[in-house]
Every structure is written in structure tokens, then in C-alpha cells.
């Protein structure tokens, strides 16, 4: 059923992206991300799955974390795993010359700042939850801002923004239940939570830079080329 899933998914992206080899590309970058998220769930101590791919990305699930702090370290780790990824790939086309390359790098860029939108189930959803519940609103208004002006709103975009918004309603829900229920959880150090604040700001300033600056990123390693 995984192969099934994983050619179909492989298929679509083809289309989307116009080349068999941008695809390929793509889902092993998704693949390095997931993996960063098996990673740091093995290093808590944690039972994880290996990433499951789908048409609209990948997932692994994780047994649950002991806090939010814990937690936090798992949804960081594909984003920051998957971002340097993303960024040596853009690196090698340059110094190789392959112009899909780069654009490979860059869409993994992208993919990993917008999985740092501090909106359940997105990354930066989980991390922002250890700091404060209050954070699904600006992560929202980011989501919609992104998914109409900067991806545009296509049909396919607003699908996702859909599904997105559906599991970021009940996962709401889930929060306020898992903060009646277990408010420890949620008991992190005000240094801690600094901590998790100033990791998700640079991880998320740092992408943002190299997107918007393409150019200046890659005229950092000219030497090499």
C-alpha cells in the first residue's frame, strides 16, 4: 500500500512540477525532513515510524511526547534537518551547474519555512505550543497570507490550505483538552520556552533570508564553483 501511495503521490508532484527528476528532488527532500523528525524522537527515547509519503507531502508518527519541550526538539528537528538539505542541494547545482537543482533547494526551502508557520499540525505549530497556546492566531493569518499571495491561490493551494485548516481546528480542540487534562505538559521553564522562541525565530529568519536572497545566498560559496 506504501508503494501504491508512493507512486501515486511521486505522479502528481510530476505534473505539478513538470519533470520526473524536480519530483524525485522533491520527495528526497521531504524524506531527509521526516527522517530529522525520526531522528530526535530516537533520541528522546521515543517509538517512531518511518515516514509514510502521501499527495500532499509525508508524516511519521511518533508515540507521545513526555512534555512540550520534548515535543518542540521533534517538530524542530525536520525543519531544521530538511533546511540544511535544502540548502547544501542548492550549493551542488550551483557548483555543478544544474539550474533544477537549485530549484530543488529552493522549493525545500520554502517547504521548511512553511512547515515553521506556528499553526498545528505544522511544525512551528508544535514548537509555538510549548510558549504559548495564543500562537494559532498569527499562525493562521500566515497560513491564509501565504497559501493567496505569496503560492497563490490555485485550487490545489486552497486544498491544502483547507486541509490544513480543518486539522488545525481539531487539533485546537485537542490542546485545550491535553492542557485540562495533563497541564505539566505545558510546565516549561521561562528559559526554556526562550529557548524554543529563539530556535524557531532564527531556524525561520535564516530560510526567509535565503529565499528572498537566492542570489547573495549562492555568491557566498562562489569560490567553490
Known amino acids: 500500500n506504501q508503494l501504491v501511495m508512493f507512486a501515486l503521490s511521486l505522479g502528481l508532484w510530476w505534473l505539478l512540477l513538470g519533470s520526473i527528476e524536480m519530483a524525485l528532488g522533491f520527495f528526497a527532500l521531504i524524506f531527509v525532513h521526516e527522517m530529522g523528525h525520526v531522528i530526535a524522537a530516537k533520541q528522546k527515547g521515543l517509538s517512531v515510524t518511518m515516514p509514510t509519503f502521501t499527495p500532499f507531502g509525508a508524516y511519521v508518527q511518533t508515540e507521545r511526547c513526555r512534555s512540550a519541550s520534548d515535543e518542540a526538539y521533534v517538530k524542530f528537528a525536520g525543519p531544521f534537518i530538511g533546511g540544511l538539505a535544502s540548502l547544501v542541494t542548492m550549493v551542488a547545482g550551483a557548483a555543478m551547474g544544474s539550474g533544477m537543482m537549485i530549484q530543488v533547494g529552493v522549493f525545500g526551502v520554502f517547504l521548511n519555512l512553511f512547515n515553521l508557520?506556528?499553526?498545528?499540525?505544522?511544525?512551528?505549530?508544535?514548537?509555538?505550543?510549548?510558549?504559548?497556546?495564543?500562537?494559532?492566531?498569527?499562525?493562521?493569518?500566515?497560513?491564509?497570507y501565504v497559501l493567496i499571495f505569496v503560492a497563490g491561490a490555485n485550487v490545489f493551494n486552497l486544498l491544502i490550505g483547507f486541509l490544513i485548516g480543518q486539522q488545525a481546528y481539531q487539533a485546537l480542540g485537542e490542546r485545550e483538552i491535553q492542557r485540562s487534562v495533563t497541564p505539566s505538559y505545558f510546565a516549561l521553564p521561562v528559559s526554556t520556552k526562550i529557548l524554543i522562541l529563539a530556535a524557531h525565530i532564527g531556524l525561520a529568519s535564516g530560510l526567509a533570508w535565503v529565499l528572498f536572497n537566492k542570489v547573495a545566498f549562492l555568491n557566498l560559496f562562489a569560490a567553490w564553483f
Open 117 to 144: 508557520i506556528p499553526l498545528d499540525p505544522l511544525d512551528g505549530g508544535g514548537m509555538t505550543q510549548a510558549i504559548s497556546k495564543w500562537f494559532w492566531i498569527p499562525g493562521a493569518a500566515l497560513l491564509a
